[in-house]
């Protein structure tokens, strides 16, 4: 098997100096066969990272490649746990471990830095977009085509058959439930609240928030609310499920995680009032701002949680005054909300969502087979407005990740081309460009407004002008493919 390294490459000699004999020499020392192919754009429009990394692999096809490695230039192994082998069943990530994150992952779904594809499974995503112009973005694009074909890790974590759930449509459905006095003393102290809900984005509202947009706004959607100083869960225009709450002097306390919208999920907030701590969870997993998917769990507070009176609870809705109409209404669906008043360890919450344990313990258990499976409790104290009841079989899917083999990597030094903080605002580095890119990865390709198919590989040769093909470095398989583009 002959391995294609295809590297983007403009203006970056020094890194081009250090990338090439170093990769040549790791491959041979691990008994590789490879050649190393450097798509070069030799011109004054802005850098096209996609459109290079697919010349480089249109040239290792050409050659004669079993498989490509799309490499960045400012990426090198640092030891044999960088496993450049044959990819036989999914594209695999490498660069997992790189000296940048101090040795993490960049963020969760990162898919950049070094990914290895057989010719076929190359094909069947269509290598990159050509269409990602100056810093950003197509690394995401490329992670999403294989999503898309199926070459991507999709677990599910549990399955459950005929499940009733309430529709809620944004405009104005809801649900109003009375407090008993354990509910309502509950939020104020040690409890645990789990939510199974699937959240609509309601684009149609108010679009999904963007780094790189200036215009942009930030908008909570309720999914389980206790007006005024408004306690509970929520889902945002960031695509992240949220948990709320205030201490008695008026202290916000608040986590996140992020979460695709239309995807079955459990959120659990839990909260410890002797430790003064708040715990977060998806899917029984913890909130860890380290894979940059959420607030660090659990969050420390100060001072006792807020006291709250005889007020309903709200399921889909808030009325509290000065929320924006758009603001006030939750879109989607939700099964169940359970709520105990005592603080579940990690264990204790994995199980009490998947194998349904502490269920009788519960001081609400609001389930949608007949409105309400406790109806001791919430025969006379649930009010349904415009709450349509279905029922179906269910699944609550894991985050979808790539495929991964462990791998050190150093990142040599370049200038940070990402995200920065001017006045305490996150911005793109490259500014409009980026967020271009951001636009069309996120409001185009992940709502299915692109057709990866008829923009990749297929089509990268209508893309660029052949200039050259040259050996370099005095290293006999490795190659500049240099090659001018043309915008369309």
Not at 179 to 198: F, Y
Not at 212 to 241: C, H, M, W
Not at 466 to 475: T, W
Request: glycine share 6%; aromatic share 12%; hydrophobic share 35%.
């Amino acid at each position: 098997m002959k391995l294609g390294v295809c590297v983007p490459y403009r203006n970056r000699e020094e890194h081009l100096k250090r990338f090439v004999p170093h990769i040549h020499k790791f491959l041979n020392d691990m008994g590789i066969e490879h050649a190393i192919y450097l798509g070069h754009q030799n011109d004054d429009e802005l850098f096209n990272r996609g459109l290079m990394k697919n010349v480089a692999a249109i040239a290792a096809f050409e050659d004669g490649c079993d498989y490509i490695v799309w490499h960045d230039i400012d990426m090198v192994p640092e030891d044999d746990s960088c496993d450049y082998s044959f990819p036989t069943d999914n594209p695999q990530h490498i660069a997992v471990r790189i000296s940048q994150s101090d040795y993490m992952l960049k963020y969760e779904e990162y898919f950049g830095g070094a990914v290895l594809f057989s010719k076929e499974q190359a094909y069947k995503a269509n290598g990159y977009s050509n269409d990602y112009w100056d810093w950003g973005m197509e690394d995401d694009d490329l992670f999403w085509r294989c999503v898309l074909e199926g070459m991507a890790d999709k677990q599910i974590h549990q399955k459950i058959e005929n499940q009733s759930f309430g529709q809620f449509n944004g405009v104005n459905s809801l649900l109003e439930i009375l407090p008993s006095n354990n509910l309502r003393n509950a939020i104020s102290d040690s409890h645990t609240i789990s939510v199974l809900v699937k959240a609509d984005q309601q684009i149609e509202k108010v679009p999904i928030w963007l780094i790189g947009d200036t215009k942009r706004q930030f908008v909570e959607y309720p999914i389980f609310r206790k007006p005024g100083y408004d306690y509970g869960l929520s889902f945002n225009n960031s695509r992240a499920y949220t948990a709320m709450l205030w201490d008695s002097r008026k202290n916000h306390i608040y986590q996140w995680m992020k979460r695709y919208e239309n995807q079955w999920s459990w959120v659990t907030m839990v909260l410890d009032a002797k430790n003064k701590k708040m715990h977060l969870y998806m899917n029984g997993n913890e909130s860890d701002a380290r894979n940059g998917t959420g607030t660090s769990s659990p969050m420390h507070f100060d001072f006792p949680l807020k006291r709250y009176g005889v007020e309903p609870f709200f399921v889909g809705h808030t009325p509290s005054p000065g929320t924006q109409t758009h603001a006030k209404w939750f879109k989607g669906d939700i099964a169940k909300i359970k709520v105990w008043n005592k603080a579940f360890n990690n264990d204790e919450v994995r199980s009490s969502i998947f194998e349904n344990a502490f269920e009788k313990t519960a001081i609400l258990n609001l389930n949608f087979d007949g409105m309400a499976k406790d109806d001791s409790y919430l025969k006379h104290r649930l009010v349904n407005q415009n709450v349509e009841i279905e029922s179906d079989n269910i699944e609550v899917p894991s985050t979808i990740l790539p495929y991964r083999r462990d791998g050190k990597f150093e990142c040599l030094p370049h200038q940070t081309e990402g995200i920065i903080e001017e006045g305490g605002i996150q911005k793109w580095a490259k500014g409009e460009t980026t967020a271009a890119n951001e636009r069309r990865y996120v409001l185009n390709m992940q709502q299915g407004s692109i057709n990866h198919k008829t923009d990749g590989l297929s089509n990268a040769k209508e893309r660029y002008e052949f200039i050259s093909k040259e050996q370099i470095m005095d290293i006999p398989n490795a190659f500049m493919v240099n090659v001018k583009t043309i915008r369309k």
